[in-house]
């Protein structure tokens, strides 16, 4: 179990030539197509935890994420997460989490997750020292949709997180990123999460089919 600190901002696509131009961003930075399903019960139980379960493929590998409720304020974040390689569609969550109250309260829900909705985007990451830290800075770039319907947004968004040193170091880059020599960048914090989004369009397409 990790505990996960990021700052997410959001970006408009008119200014992420100016980004991708920013000399902090000047190092190539590897890029890898991620494909995300999330689950919930018919009653939605999960997110009246504020919690999400997610299945990922990246690459050729497949990974189970499980992240708790926590604390957002100003677009940064801090929550539990737990995320280890899985067998598509088995959902062992008891393996992967190591709270055996939450294991527990999972498995009892498990026979009744179903998939609601996908993310599928590219990320491209740069690991960057500011201000005595390690911050991973990921731009993701793609749609959020519901399966079988023709529902979808693009998304396109930043997330700083947090490796080590003190948490004000998210804030002093972002500041540094969004003042770029180019021209000052619309980068925006945000405390909604894909999950949070997803969900917002998968009940939108609910009223859409009513």
């Known amino acids: 179990m990790a505990t996960e600190t990021e700052l997410k901002l959001q970006l408009q696509a008119v200014d992420l030539p100016l980004l991708l131009a920013h000399p902090l961003l000047a190092t190539a930075a590897p890029a890898e197509r991620l494909l995300n399903t999330y689950f919930d019960t018919p009653d939605l139980a999960l997110k009246k935890r504020r919690m999400a379960v997610r299945e990922r493929l990246a690459g050729d590998t497949w990974l189970l994420t499980v992240k708790t409720a926590g604390s957002s304020a100003g677009g940064v974040s801090r929550r539990r997460?737990?995320?280890?390689?899985?067998?598509?569609?088995?959902?062992?969550?008891?393996?992967?989490?190591?709270?055996?109250?939450?294991?527990?309260?999972?498995?009892v829900l498990r026979p009744t997750l179903r998939p609601l909705f996908c993310t599928d985007f590219v990320r491209r990451r740069w690991v960057l020292s500011h201000a005595g830290a390690q911050v991973e800075v990921a731009l993701d770039e793609g749609t959020v949709s519901v399966p079988g319907t023709a529902w979808s947004e693009p998304l396109l968004e930043l997330e700083l997180e947090l490796l080590s040193g003190p948490e004000s170091a998210l804030l002093s880059l972002a500041a540094l990123l969004r003042d770029s020599p180019a021209g000052l960048l619309g980068l925006l914090p945000s405390d909604v999460s894909k999950a949070q989004r997803g969900m917002a369009l998968w009940e939108r397409s609910l009223l859409d089919g009513a």
């Open 81 to 107: 997460e737990w995320e280890g390689p899985t067998t598509p569609g088995a959902l062992d969550l008891a393996a992967l989490v190591d709270d055996a109250e939450l294991a527990a309260e999972l498995m």
